[in-house]
Nanobody
Framework: QVQLVESGGGLVQAGGSLRLSCAAS????????MGWYRQSPGKQRKLVAA???????NYADSVKGRFTISRDNAKNTLYLQMNSLKPEDTAVYYC??????????????WGQGTQVTVSS
């Protein structure tokens, strides 16, 4: 089973940037469409960005134009570049599988996530 380890979160002021990483163990990473999900306190986990095995990307409207998802299959790593951050982006961010082009799959075991906090 693939294990997922997210990193790169932190505290940033509104308008700032962060780059999240998700390291995946296992050789099946390159065959999976992957995505970034986020969960704010008291809210359901939501899919915000997805990338197919071939590199096609899709985004939730709330992050479109500000976030960029990418992957490096040679390193088994998924990335999320987050620019122009807003307080409403505050959440724990997780990576997991998706159904392309933009559907929740979450078929892999969840990692611990990485906390992103945006101050106003």
């Amino acid at each position: 089973q693939v294990q997922l380890v997210e990193s790169g979160g932190g505290l940033v002021q509104a308008g700032g940037s962060l780059r999240l990483s998700c390291a995946a163990s296992g050789s099946i990473f390159s065959d999976n469409a992957m995505g970034w999900y986020r969960q704010s306190p008291g809210k359901q986990r939501k899919l915000v960005a997805a990338i197919s095995s071939g590199g096609s990307t899709n985004y939730a409207d709330s992050v479109k134009g500000r976030f960029t998802i990418s992957r490096d299959n040679a390193k088994n790593t998924l990335y999320l570049q987050m620019n122009s951050l807003k307080p409403e982006d505050t959440a724990v961010y997780y990576c997991n599988a998706v159904l392309p082009p933009f559907q929740v799959a979450a078929s892999l075991d969840w990692g611990q996530g990485t906390q992103v906090t945006v101050s106003s």
